[in-house]
């Protein structure tokens, strides 16, 4: 019942992220929309329709939108461990001990880990990622860094085009959703 409509939404996706690879400034606007993307829901359906999307292009030979996504990747897990090392009051001992496994899950680049925080406080958390994960998206796009590779997190980065700046995107995307979400919430009483 839904491979066809998927499918479909799926095409007009390639199609159109195709079509803005080929100026900087559509590549800077496509960036903070799969970067959004990929953080909206943290590996659902929104997620992994950018994912494929990224994917299909990289097939074509069309690179750069798979970079945005690498990064976006990275990014969730390791805002909420950076958070409850800088804000350790914002968050229950039981979230700062998952924090410390989001290191792992930034690293490697698998967006899951931050799901246990977006369901705790969807309403702060989810955005202040969207926007990190657009920030890195963003910083990639400005700098034309390339990765042909199918996946994100730090182990591609020797693969990078610039590999200091693939850094710095998903480092400097982090801190920003870090910082958005530790002010964003409230101290919690461990009482």
Request: proline share 6%; aromatic share 10%.
């Amino acid at each position: 019942i839904l491979a066809t409509p998927l499918a479909a939404i799926n095409t007009w996706l390639v199609k159109w992220i195709s079509s803005m690879c080929q100026n900087q400034s559509s590549q800077l606007v496509m960036a903070l929309i799969l970067g959004a993307m990929i953080a909206s829901d943290m590996g659902g359906p929104i997620n992994k329709s950018a994912w494929m999307a990224g994917n299909a292009l990289m097939a074509e030979g069309i690179y750069q939108p798979n970079v945005f996504i690498n990064a976006a990747i990275c990014m969730p897990p390791l805002a909420y461990a950076i958070a409850t090392v800088i804000k350790k009051k914002r968050f229950s001992a039981e979230f700062r001990e998952t924090g410390k496994s989001n290191w792992a899950m930034g690293f490697v680049g698998i967006t899951e880990g931050a799901i246990p925080f977006a369901t705790a406080d969807p309403g702060r958390v989810i955005p202040s990622c969207i926007i990190g994960s657009a920030v890195s998206g963003a910083i990639v796009g400005a700098m034309r860094i390339g990765i042909p590779a199918p996946h994100g997190g730090f182990w591609v980065s020797p693969l990078a085009t610039n590999i200091w700046g693939y850094f710095l995107a998903v480092i400097v995307g982090s801190i920003v959703a870090a910082l958005i979400m530790s002010f964003w919430k409230k101290p919690v009483n461990e009482k």
